[in-house]
Structures are given as structure tokens and as C-alpha cells.
């Protein structure tokens, strides 16, 4: 091997690359369903963007992006995340004068140096939803439903959804000494630059990962500090759930890790709570289209990563690691290649075709048909009136006038 992809990366080979699809497609027909159009943005951002949104101290920014210069002397950052993107897009492209609620899903690669593990690569891939322009409890309830019900169509039938309010800056300014104070009393378990980051944030310890969950009870929560219009909003997504049978739990320790969010966040597991099942999670961000320059906004939105769960997808719903063609179209020969191509132009009309110019002999091709799980196989020699037909399928074979060929796949196709 000459070259070897990066630490960090993967392939999606053809042998997995059917339960991506499933994953993807099943995201999709759930944003169809309830009402998200797509936005494609940028795989690179000015670095201000992501530095004011997802936090100048927050270890996305400090730790894990990518950044380079351009040719113009311009930093650039490859996305870390998408919400920031959509929302400069959202604003650069006038979409805030358009009125009512705009809902917008996305899919690609996201970029994080991060210390790769399982389900957590250095480029990761994601599905997500944003939902601008209301403050309505419904709309937070909406987005988990929408989570939920693709989760629950992807076989995932042990659902866990976890909410946690994270306030406004009213109820974040009561509480943020409370906490700050206890973090200073335990100071002997923390390092220097660990104190340093939650004297900035003090939320951000309920997020790392090296503390455990039994020191992190002895904290106090923002949950008893919340003001009277941040508790009526979380009390509302809570009553609203309920409504609509999405069971959940109120998980006091969640904050998630981004600078933006405000009131509801939330996360979703598929299963067994470890440090990697956390399948999806979002939450509301009321005040960052105004930090990006545009009005004020209240928004939600939702991220789920691909590669955690395509690897978590139960046993019973995965798709079938190689789908192959319906047709296989066996070519006797060089002098039979125009023919064939004729055979394979009729039969992509009922399905899809796989055409065989390789140079192997007759057997060895039919061989390949069968391994790679083609329903028919089609041999096509250079002349003569008549292709030989094999239903892998039926295991019935007949001979075929070639220009019957149309009618008799349409026939075996009823």
C-alpha cells in the first residue's frame, strides 16, 4: 500500500454502504413528513462564525477544528457543526423576511480532531433539522417526535429521550455563582485549566467526560434556579411529550456541549446509556440569530451521527450488506458487446442491470451472477436470434428471441 486514509476517516465501501441509505432515507421521508425542506451550505466557514456560536472557550473551538489561511490571508474552518452554518445562511439569504416558520434539514460531513473511537471519527457525517421562527414549547416537542419516529422505523424499539432545560441568561445568571461556588469547593479534583474553562462556563462540567455522573449529583442544579417563564416553557415540553406518548426522562445533568443552546435541550439513545450510544440530540438556541446579525429568533434544531447509528442499528432491521442487480447481463465474447449493451439498454426499462464486459468466460460469469445475487442472468453471444434467460430466482431457464426480449421481461416481471 502506497497510501492509507487518515487517522480518523473511513471508507463507506459498497458492503455497508446500503444500511447508510437506509438511515438516510428514513431521516429524509421523516423531514418530508413533517415539513423540512433541504439547505446544502459550505463544508468551510469564516472561523468567527464558529467561534461565536459554538463558544470561544468550548472545546470544539479550542481543541478540535480545523482551521487553516486561505490564499487571501482569510481563516477558514472546516464545519464542526451545521447549526451555525444554516443560520448564516438563513440570514445571507433573506430567509428571515419570508415569514412564519422556516424548517430546513441538512446531510453531510462535519470536522472534529477528536481522539478517534468508536462511532467517533475525525470527519463524521450528520443528519439534522432546524426550526426558526417560533417559541412555542410544540415546536421542541415536534423535533423529538420527528427523532423518535425515525429511531423507532430504523428498529430502534428501546427509545430513551432525555430533556433537560439550560434556561435563559435570566435563570443562567442566578444560577451560574451557585455553581461556580461549589466547582471553587471541590477545586482539589480539578486542574488548573479545567477551572480556568468553567470559570467562563460553569455549565460545561456537566459535559466532560472525565468526571463522573455520582460527583456531578453532588452539584447543584439549574433545574431549582430556573425563572418563572424558563420553567412554565420546560414545564409545557414536558406536558406535551406526554401528550403525544413520547416517553422521556428528565436528566438534570444534561447540558450538551455547545455555548448556543438555551431552554429544552435534549438527547436520544437507542438503547443501553454509555458514553457512545447517545444517538441524537439538539436543542433550542433562542438568542443566535441575533448574535449572527440578524433579528431576534427563537430556533430549535436536531443533529443525529450516522456512522453511531448505522454501528447501533438492530440486527433485525439491517439491510442486506450487498443488494445486487435484478438483471446480469453475461456478454459471450468481445464480438457480443454491441448486443449486449442493446440486451442491457431493454432490460434497465424493469430493472437494474449489471453488464459483463470483463472478458471471462460464459461459466465464470454466470458464477459472478450468482455471488453477487442477481435475480436473472441474460447471455448474449455475437449472433444467432435467441439469448439464454436463467431466473436465479425460479431456477427456470428458456431461450429468448432477442426482439422479444421486451415483452417476455415484461411478462416474467407481472
Given at each position: 500500500m502506497k497510501y492509507t486514509r487518515p487517522r480518523g476517516t473511513h471508507d463507506i465501501t459498497p458492503l455497508e454502504i446500503a444500511r447508510w441509505q437506509r438511515v438516510e432515507h428514513t431521516f429524509q421521508r421523516a423531514f418530508e413528513r413533517y415539513g423540512y425542506r433541504?439547505?446544502?451550505?459550505?463544508?468551510?466557514?469564516?472561523?468567527?462564525?464558529?467561534?461565536?456560536?459554538?463558544?470561544?472557550?468550548?472545546?470544539?473551538?479550542?481543541?478540535?477544528?480545523?482551521?487553516?489561511?486561505?490564499?487571501?490571508?482569510?481563516?477558514?474552518?472546516?464545519?464542526?457543526?451545521?447549526?451555525?452554518?444554516?443560520?448564516?445562511?438563513?440570514?445571507?439569504?433573506?430567509?428571515?423576511?419570508?415569514?412564519?416558520?422556516?424548517?430546513?434539514?441538512?446531510?453531510?460531513?462535519?470536522?472534529?480532531?477528536?481522539?478517534?473511537?468508536?462511532?467517533?471519527?475525525r470527519q463524521f457525517h450528520q443528519v439534522g433539522a432546524e426550526a426558526i421562527g417560533s417559541a412555542s414549547p410544540?415546536?421542541?416537542?415536534?423535533?423529538?417526535?420527528?427523532?423518535?419516529?425515525?429511531?423507532?422505523?430504523?428498529?430502534?424499539?428501546?427509545?430513551?429521550?432525555?430533556?433537560?432545560?439550560?434556561?435563559?441568561?435570566?435563570?443562567?445568571?442566578?444560577?451560574?455563582?451557585?455553581?461556580?461556588?461549589?466547582?471553587?469547593?471541590?477545586?482539589?479534583?480539578?486542574?488548573?485549566?479545567?477551572?480556568?474553562?468553567?470559570?467562563?462556563?460553569?455549565?460545561?462540567?456537566?459535559?466532560?467526560?472525565?468526571?463522573?455522573?455520582?460527583?456531578?449529583?453532588?452539584?447543584?442544579?439549574?433545574?431549582?434556579?430556573?425563572?418563572?417563564?424558563?420553567?412554565?416553557?420546560?414545564?409545557?415540553?414536558?406536558?406535551?411529550?406526554?401528550?403525544?406518548?413520547?416517553?422521556?426522562?428528565?436528566?438534570?445533568?444534561?447540558?450538551?456541549?455547545?455555548?448556543?443552546?438555551?431552554?429544552?435541550?435534549?438527547?436520544?439513545y437507542g438503547g443501553e446509556r454509555s458514553a457512545q450510544s447517545a444517538l441524537c440530540g439538539g436543542g433550542r438556541y433562542d438568542t443566535l440569530v441575533a448574535e449572527c446579525g440578524g433579528p431576534d429568533t427563537p430556533a430549535i434544531g436536531m443533529s443525529a451521527g450516522l456512522e453511531r447509528i448505522v454501528e447501533a442499528l438492530p440486527a433485525t432491521s439491517r439491510t442486506p450488506e450487498e443488494v445486487g442487480p435484478h438483471y446480469y447481463v453475461v456478454c459471450a465474447g468481445a464480438d457480443a458487446e454491441a448486443r449486449a449493451l442493446q440486451a442491457a439498454r431493454i432490460l434497465r426499462e424493469f430493472g437494474s442491470v449489471e453488464l459483463d464486459v470483463s472478458g471471462r468466460s460464459v461459466k465464470t460469469q454466470l458464477e459472478a451472477a450468482g455471488k453477487k445475487k442477481a435475480r436473472v442472468a441474460v447471455v448474449v453471444d455475437a449472433a444467432g436470434p435467441e439469448v439464454a434467460y436463467h431466473d436465479l430466482a425460479a431456477r427456470t431457464d428458456a431461450k429468448v428471441g432477442f426482439a422479444a426480449l421486451r415483452e417476455f421481461a415484461l411478462q416474467s416481471k407481472k
Open positions: 433541504g439547505i446544502r451550505t459550505p463544508i468551510f466557514e469564516s472561523t468567527d462564525l464558529f467561534v461565536r456560536a459554538v463558544g470561544a472557550q468550548s472545546d470544539i473551538v479550542t481543541k478540535e477544528m480545523y482551521t487553516f489561511t486561505d490564499r487571501g490571508g482569510r481563516s477558514l474552518t472546516l464545519r464542526p457543526e451545521n447549526t451555525a452554518s444554516v443560520i448564516r445562511a438563513y440570514l445571507e439569504n433573506g430567509m428571515h423576511r419570508w415569514g412564519g416558520i422556516q424548517r430546513l434539514c441538512y446531510e453531510g460531513p462535519m470536522f472534529r480532531y477528536d481522539r478517534p473511537q468508536a462511532g467517533r471519527y410544540a415546536l421542541d416537542v415536534e423535533i423529538i417526535q420527528l427523532v423518535v419516529e425515525a429511531l423507532r422505523e430504523l428498529g430502534f424499539t428501546s427509545v430513551d429521550v432525555r430533556v433537560n432545560s439550560v434556561g435563559t441568561e435570566a435563570s443562567r445568571v442566578r444560577y451560574r455563582q451557585v455553581l461556580l461556588d461549589a466547582i471553587e469547593s471541590r477545586r482539589a479534583d480539578l486542574t488548573e485549566d479545567a477551572l480556568a474553562r468553567y470559570r467562563h462556563n460553569p455549565l460545561r462540567i456537566f459535559d466532560a467526560k472525565e468526571y463522573s455522573a455520582a460527583f456531578k449529583e453532588q452539584l447543584p442544579r439549574i433545574s431549582d434556579y430556573l425563572v418563572d417563564d424558563d420553567r412554565v416553557h420546560f414545564d409545557g415540553v414536558q406536558n406535551m411529550l406526554a401528550s403525544v406518548a413520547v416517553p422521556f426522562t428528565h436528566d438534570v445533568q444534561l447540558v450538551r456541549g455547545l455555548d448556543y443552546y438555551t431552554r429544552t435541550v435534549f438527547e436520544v
